[in-house]
């Protein structure tokens, strides 16, 4: 009986020591977030390109955008200060919520839901950007670390897969607005009434953002340094804020960021130019309000394909500078093309121009999201959640900027900015590539 006892006592003790022994894999993490992304985005992604469309009574659907992206902007000076109280899980979750309060004020869009459910969205908004980056970038080092992998490779994969996935919105959502929105005979007739297909497919999406923060919760809490200081965030706040100055003023000291900021503000341009004056000024002219969404469709398609591939060559900086230039000279195509050449055209061509420019607007976004959260993850590992932070500060600065003033210059001044602000990009990641690179990680004689 007592070698029956002890051989009882061991068994916990060799079942913990193997669980020791056995490296974490963090690969289930990547694809529990990133499918849980794809449903949040999917659904509000539709939902903010119709919103132009849909809330246009005293220019209600742009100017909620705009209050979005200026709110989103300001949040995220403090949402590193956020991420390290709760937690990059907590603050992925409670993320969520803005989301959903967005979508549902849109069941019933007035000036007292949508600018609060707005104001909402850019807290929330920044807190889950800043705590993807965060925990992504903790989760392939970790990786990397337990299985002896190059960390560079690691984060450009997990980048890859997570940017794929999430840039697959685009292209699921336009096509669930299309299948609901094609007979509004149909939702009529479901819902009762006169009521009209988009408060139907709003209802869709509320589930749809539901099931993502479900999926979010399964999500394995990382042992990161935000989580580990989250017990005396109470004690230690006044320490909080001195640290997130701190790492404000630091970061932009840092001749890295410094270079790497027209990047970000370039990534926001591209984007609002996309949502705001390519499926306005291109798209509806030559396919219709109703082809804006296999316009979309396109765009997503492309810029999912992207994300995956640019993810898998990703190795280090050089190969980030490499897919960016590559990604950069897609975009110029299409703004040089509409700005030299471009005009509405009937047939074949009149339809198959737009699909071609929105899949090289999509491949231009594709590398851009995936090698600039590689590029952070890479250079910034040791303080991501300010990284990140700087990331969607001027991006969504960009963005709202394009937003507000975009119904007041001509498209040509627009693509103007945008060729002048990829030139910009282009040269301050080829100066980090050729200069800086070589000042922090060549060996010291």
Known sequence: MESVDSRDEEAPLVADSLQVLTPKNYTRDVHIL??????????????????TTVNTEGNLGTISLGILYTSFTCFSLVASLVVRVLGSKNALILGTTGYWLFVAANLFPSWYTMVPASLYLGFAASIIWVGEGTYLTAAALSHASNHKLHEGTVIGSF???????FASH????????????????????????????????????LGVITLGTILMCFLRKEEDKG??????????????????????????????????????????????????????????????????????????????????????????????????????????????????????????????????????????????NTQLS????????????????????????????VFFIGPYISLQAMLIVMVVGICVALVGILFLTIQVEKAFYSPRS
């Open 34 to 51: 990133s499918c849980a992304f794809l449903l949040i985005f999917l659904a509000y992604g539709a939902a903010q390109n119709l919103e």
């Open 159 to 165: 980048n890859g897969e997570f940017w794929g996935m």
């Open 170 to 205: 685009q292209f699921v959502g336009n096509l669930i607005t299309l299948a609901v929105l094609k007979d509004d005979k149909v939702c009529a007739a479901l819902l009762g009434g006169s009521t009209s297909g988009t408060t139907l497919l709003f209802i869709v999406f």
């Open 227 to 368: 989580e580990k200081e989250t017990a005396d965030a109470s004690v230690n706040f006044y320490s909080y804020l001195v640290s997130l100055s701190k790492s404000i003023t630091t970061l932009l000291a840092d001749v890295r960021m410094l270079l790497i900021i027209p990047l970000f503000a370039y990534s926001g341009l591209q984007q609002a130019f996309v949502w705001a004056e390519f499926t306005k000024e291109i798209v509806t002219p030559a396919l219709g309000v109703s082809g804006v969404g296999g316009a979309m469709a396109v765009y997503g398609a492309f810029d999912a394909i992207c994300s995956l591939a640019a993810g898998r060559l990703t190795t280090g900086l050089p190969s980030i500078t490499f897919i960016v230039s590559g990604g950069a000279i897609a975009q110029v195509v299409v703004f040089l093309w509409i700005l030299i050449n471009y005009s509405v055209t009937s047939g074949v061509l009149g339809t198959l121009y737009p699909l071609i420019m929105a899949a090289l607007l999509g491949i231009g976004d594709g590398v851009l």
């Open 374 to 401: 590689a590029l952070l993850g890479i250079l910034f590992k040791h303080d991501t959640e300010g990284a990140f932070a700087q990331l969607k500060v001027w991006q969504c600065a960009s963005i709202a900027v």
